[in-house]
């Protein structure tokens, strides 16, 4: 068997890297090992070859084509044999062969309305995509049975897990899965790539595009965010009138108004009643009895 270059070799496509593929893998994919341009194969299939070769058309099913972006699994009754990974043209014994062919181009897999339990024990309905190519050949047409169906389960079994640690939302400051999007992104490609380098698939990229509660309970945590809200918002409020009450008090004598302790209650009362309510304020004029 001699190896070199492919007997044809096809001009080299150029490849744009999509700015949205930033995440790389933490295991790399260990290459197939690859077969030369003339490839006789075991003895067996030597044997036939020679007596079929009595026909000269016989070997004209010698020659089989690879395209950019393709691998193909070579097999020789039933046994791996090699891969031949680099577009061309081989010259293989046709006798007791299989190719097994798999695209390389980068693709995508959208993982719809997942529900999950998060860290606070809510239904969340999560949206992911998980960008990848396969590198492998022999991994993907022999060593699983599906390679796209294998990944499909093991996303959402990685997604489940990671999203699973996370509250859908915090408000002490903590991580959570509406601020925590690249590093949950960097944790789901590193736990996901274990999982699927069996297969033969790299794993480039994996996002949550959707995030929303679970319909059962989507109305009560509105509620409850709504109610936060206005806590944080009241809050806000309530100091502010603090300050400007007390900044109008000390304007006030500064400008030569000499305000008594009941003058100053007053003026404090009034500023805070009337930036702290809900209603327009009702101007009203006191009227001194005699």
Known sequence: MA?????????????????????????????????????????????LFCVCCINPMSCLGCFTKVDQN?????LFWGKYHGTLSEPGIYCVNPCGRELRSMSTKYNTLELKDIKVVDAKGS???????????????KKACIDVENPQNYLRLQS????????????????DGRGSLQTEGPAISA???????????????????????????????????????QAEALVEARRLIVSSAVDMAHQAVVQLEAQGSR???????????????????HAPATPTVPMSSR
């Open 3 to 47: 190896s070199g270059a492919p007997l044809m070799q096809m001009p080299e496509q150029q490849v744009m890297a999509p700015q949205a593929l930033l995440a790389q893998p933490t295991i790399p994919v260990p290459a197939d090992p690859t077969v030369g341009t003339i490839t006789s194969g075991p003895g067996l299939s030597q044997a």
């Open 259 to 277: 305000l008594c302790e009941e003058a100053r209650e007053r003026v404090t009362t009034n500023l805070l009643a009337v930036i702290c309510s």
């Open 123 to 137: 239904p969340v309905v999560v949206s992911g995509v998980v960008t990848y190519a396969i590198v492998s050949a």
């Open 156 to 171: 959402t079994a990685a997604l489940k897990h990671v999203t699973g640690r996370y509250p859908y939302s915090s408000s």
């Open 187 to 225: 944790e789901l490609v590193g736990i996901l790539q274990e999982k699927v380098t069996i297969a033969g698939i790299r794993v480039v990229n994996f996002e949550i595009v959707d995030l929303s509660y679970a319909a059962e309970v989507a109305q009560v945590m509105l509620v409850k965010q």
């Open 70 to 74: 393709e691998q193909k699994a070579l």
